[in-house]
């Protein structure tokens, strides 16, 4: 989409395309869009193609609002050459480059392969701009194509299940935004999520009554390969396996029970010592091969308790008759014969950094999560890399966060070993940095590309669009785009452009959270949609409430997740456009400040706004203490704005002190295992304005 007009009125220069492309050079000459589509075919077509020009046309008319009218010719025409039909099409090989040349003769696509054409048509919408005569198709000449081959999302659909419907508006997304991977986690202990022929109790037991059919996987799978992704499945084990083993307890190390344990549910094992298990294990994974035919199968492998084997006397003793000295050397027995498994059946296996814990064969793909130090150590081991350490999107950490975190940066993710050292927790050592770490050019041809997993555990499927975009977009352009394109006040301008188009196209983020809000604030919605617009959630697990001083132990129900800080985004962009006017005001751009005022003062009289409908309303008296420091921050605000009464800056420094330390509770794990957590789990988003603004109070006040 084209240029977007801020609080500001300064406009983009470019398009807000993203990811940015290789090579972009804007060109005079901008095309009127007035309804319609031809096509012009060179090259390769196939029936995916012309189903990819139908998907386009009927997008770039709901962006533009202009549609075709019979008997008037198209108003674009579209000239694409297909170079080759791409035997590695749905690979990690598949041809994706593409050039693209726009302008007041229509489009001209050139695509290596069908995968380059559809990455292409994905960046031709984003040429769509609003101008006021109209909507135009900027012209420019565009070269293009990724960084890296593995562009991933994994999803979470075991802790909360999501429905076909909701993982097709997750594939549109993507291939809007050229993310090339959907991983879904099908089974944990929470839930085994595929129809099993061979294993029936899989969907009367473990499924817990939500789980896919085979006859939806197989759509499933089509239905994104038709947008050039592919589905790589993971069924997680040994461990994670609570669910799976409700349904077929001969296979668990420890005893599990029916009702669901809650605190089992996580530590659950199967028995490797039982050759059963693998008899069991290779039927299923037959099966579930036979629906994904992906190349790739994940198996998980992460967070195995020790105990869980070595607490099992006939365990402990086969490890004994075997030499297995510990868990970490029977896990890797296991893998291996996993390993045989899938090669087997064609497939490459694919599991969590805990694999390369022992020696395991080096064909596996690591996927590291617990921090950069094991994408340099799997890579050094030989192994090919899927890097999902630093883009955790479950940690609800602002898109800006995952941005700067480079794929093939050794440093990108982890603790500080000295913060750790000193907690005294040995469950984190494996968080944290190795400032030995090295990338060399030669270990970063092991690492095939990157995805951003969401953990389900607080999300719902009415949630799941708002936790994935538009950070997923800013991580597609990470993860796509030149290691040298970082301009993160780049990102902030182009991410509300971005992400107002996704919804133009389908995707539910706002819609969803209204809804949300409206069962919080029936009778007026306003108040609590002005407070969650500056404000976000906390960090780093701690609205999981899972361990620190906001620890809440986990109970057989599960928690609802219908409270404010559920519905907030972790990225405000009413803050971020506050805060780049507070920037110019502050710069000599006197003329922002009744505009600056203006928002202030909205932020200060919501709060008795929302007193006033929690008298009648209890759900809405959570976010009380929020919504008064939001005043008390606005009052800072305008303080240093106006000729303020004496005082104000020391009240202005004391609720800016408040809000930023509220911040630091939730920066890392280690911060969310010592600190309280603010009220309503929310953190004050216009806060860095603010102290903006305090510190650059001295200068004379603006007129009213």
């Known amino acids: ?89 749905l690979s990690i090989h598949m041809k994706e480059h593409y050039h693209l040349e726009t302008g007041p003769e229509g489009a001209t696509l050139v695509a290596d392969g069908p995968a380059g054409v559809l990455r292409g048509l994905s960046t031709l919408l984003q040429l769509v701009e609003r101008q006021e005569s109209g909507p135009v198709l900027d012209a420019a000449v565009i070269d293009d194509s990724p960084r890296f081959a593995w562009r991933g999302v994994m999803v979470d659909v075991s802790r909360h299940f999501m429905s076909v419907t909701a993982l097709e508006r997750q594939l549109d997304m993507m291939e809007l935004t050229r993310l090339n991977v959907l991983h879904l986690h099908l089974s944990d202990g929470q839930g085994f999520r595929v129809e099993s022929r061979l294993y029936p109790r899989l969907q009367q037991v473990a499924a817990h009554g939500a789980y896919y059919t085979q006859r939806q996987i197989h759509e499933l799978v089509a239905y994104a390969a ?129 694999l390369i814990d022992a020696p395991v064969p080096a064909s596996i793909v690591i996927e590291p999560w617990r921090g950069s130090r094991y994408t340099v150590a799997a890579a050094a081991a030989g192994h090919p890399v899927v890097v999902s350490a630093g883009y955790y999107l479950d940690l609800l950490l602002p898109a800006a966060d995952y941005y700067r975190v480079d794929p093939l940066d050794p440093q990108g993710n982890g603790l500080p070993p000295d913060q750790v050292a000193q907690a005294n927790v040995p469950a984190l050592n494996p968080f944290t940095l190795d400032p030995a770490a090295r990338m060399t050019p030669e270990l970063a041809t092991h690492v095939m590309g990157a995805e951003a997993p969401l953990w389900t555990e607080i999300v719902t499927e009415e949630m799941l669009d708002t936790r994935l975009w538009p950070r997923c977009a800013a991580l597609a352009e990470r993860f796509w785009s030149p290691a040298s394109v970082r301009d993160e006040a780049s990102l902030a301008r182009r991410l509300p452009v971005v992400q107002s188009e996704l919804e133009m196209l389908g995707n539910r ?196």
């Not at 992906?294 to 004994?320: L, S």
């Not at 809405?620 to 939001?630: K, T, Y």
Request: charge should be neutral; include cysteine.
């Open 226 to 354: 038709d947008r050039g992704i592919r589905i790589v499945p993971e069924f997680d084990a040994p461990g994670h396996s609570y669910a799976l083993l409700q349904a077929y307890p001969q296979y668990a190390a420890q005893p599990v029970t029916t009702p669901m344990d809650p605190k089992r549910v996580v530590r659950a094992a199967m028995d490797p010592s039982n050759p059963q298990t693998y008899v069991f294990l290779s039927r299923l994974y037959h099966e579930m091969a036979g629906l994904f035919p992906d190349a790739y199968f994940h198996v998980g492998g992460d967070e195995v308790r020790p105990d869980e084997w070595t607490g099992n006397p006939h365990i402990a003793a086969f490890m004994k008759q075997h030499g297995y000295a510990d868990a970490a050397a029977l896990q890797a027995a296991f893998t291996r014969r996993i390993y045989s498994m899938l090669a087997h059946e064609g497939r490459t296996m694919m599991g969590w950094d805990e």
């Open 509 to 704: 983020a706002s819609a969803d959270s209204h809804r949300m809000m409206a069962r919080l604030a029936p009778d007026d919605t306003a108040p609590l949609s002005v407070l969650l617009s500056v404000t976000s959630p906390v960090r780093n697990y701690a609205h999981n409430h899972v361990f620190g001083p906001s620890r809440v132990a986990p109970t057989l129900q599960a928690r609802p997740l219908d409270h404010a800080a559920d519905i907030a985004s972790p990225d405000s962009f009413a803050a971020a456009a506050f805060e780049r006017d507070v920037r110019a005001y502050l710069a000599g751009r006197h003329d922002l400040v009744a505009s600056l005022r203006a928002r202030l003062e909205t932020w200060r009289g919501n709060d008795s706004r929302l007193r006033g409908m929690a008298a009648t309303d209890p759900a809405l008296r959570e976010v009380l203490p929020a919504s008064a420091q939001l005043a008390q921050l606005a009052q800072a605000g305008l303080d240093a704005l106006n000729a303020a009464p004496a005082g104000w800056r020391e009240r202005a420094e004391a609720a800016v002190s408040t809000a930023r330390a509220q911040f630091d509770a939730s920066r890392s794990m280690l911060d969310v295992r010592k600190q309280p957590q603010p009220a309503g789990d929310l953190l004050q988003d216009i806060t860095p304005a603010i102290a903006l603004l305090v510190q650059g109070g001295d200068q004379p006040p603006m007129a009213h």
């Open 1 to 89: 989409m084209g240029g977007v007009q801020g609080v500001a009125g300064n406009c983009l220069a470019a398009p807000a395309l993203m990811p940015q492309p290789v090579s972009y050079l804007p060109r005079p000459g901008a095309l009127a869009l007035a309804g319609g589509v031809q096509v012009e075919w060179q090259g390769t077509r196939s029936a995916l193609l012309d189903r990819a020009v139908a998907r386009f046309t009927q997008r770039l008319a709901m962006l533009s609002a202009r549609y075709a009218t019979p008997g008037q010719p198209a108003g674009l025409t579209l000239r694409i050459r297909c170079l080759d039909a791409d035997p590695a099409m």
